[in-house]
């Protein structure tokens, strides 16, 4: 889980980025915490991005990826 330090540490360095525009801020902010959650996991952004999207694809309630999936999941990725 990511701290309230680094949070601000990411909000700052994307509005530095992106002065004028807080939704790109908001955007990219979302991006790199995404970014963070799939390498905990010892997953690409686009693998992680991948099996979230299959999962929340493949459940009959629709929920989202939770990290156990993504997990299981990641032993199996690019084995088709």
Known sequence: MMNKKE???IKK????????????????IARKLIAEKAKTLGLTY???VVL????AK???????????????KKASYGKR
């Open 7 to 9: 949070l601000d540490r």
């Open 13 to 28: 360095e994307v509005a530095l980025e992106f002065p004028e525009d807080d939704a790109l801020q908001q955007v990219h």
């Open 46 to 48: 686009l693998q992680y």
């Open 52 to 55: 979230a999207f299959k999962a």
């Open 58 to 72: 493949a459940g009959p309630q629709g929920r989202a990826a939770q990290p156990s999936m993504v997990a299981e």
